[in-house]
């Protein structure tokens, strides 16, 4: 079983920054991916970003494209999601979660994926 700690979640103001962390335990960091999904209230889950451990190919949303990015630390088993400005539509609770084998640029945000963390609560005011 995978286990997750994340942080760096918090309240900002629109046009600011966060860095969000997600550290595992118990995944093979070097197979398969690491996703960041976001949930809004009241609004279905949806992808963020993904990112292939091993080599490091990422993946955003179109919405985010240009202000977040994914990256690893393999030493740390730990994924980032640096988020730059942030707008009110991006206040949700983010959850990363891990998916062992083959991840591609057409299905990362659409496969089930493995196993989940707990979620951090990002809320971005106008």
């Known amino acids: 079983e995978v286990q997750f700690v994340e942080s760096g979640g918090g309240s900002v103001q629109a046009g600011d920054s966060l860095r969000l962390s997600c550290t595992t335990s118990?995944?093979?960091?070097?197979?398969?991916?690491i996703g960041w999904f976001r949930q809004a209230p009241g609004k279905e889950r949806e992808g963020v970003s993904c990112?292939?451990?091993?080599?490091?190919?990422?993946y955003y949303a179109d919405s985010v494209k240009g202000r977040f990015t994914i990256s690893k630390d393999n030493a740390k088993n730990t994924v980032y999601l640096q988020m730059n400005d942030l707008k009110p539509e991006d206040t949700a609770v983010y959850y990363c979660?891990?998916?062992?084998?083959?991840?591609?640029?057409?299905?990362?945000?659409?496969?089930?994926?493995?196993?989940w963390g707990q979620g951090t609560q990002v809320t971005v005011s106008s």
């Open positions: 979660a891990t998916k062992r084998g083959l991840i591609t640029p057409e299905i990362w945000n659409l496969v089930p994926y493995d196993y």
């Open positions: 990112i292939i451990t091993s080599r490091g190919n990422s």
């Open positions: 118990g995944f093979p960091f070097g197979d398969g991916a």
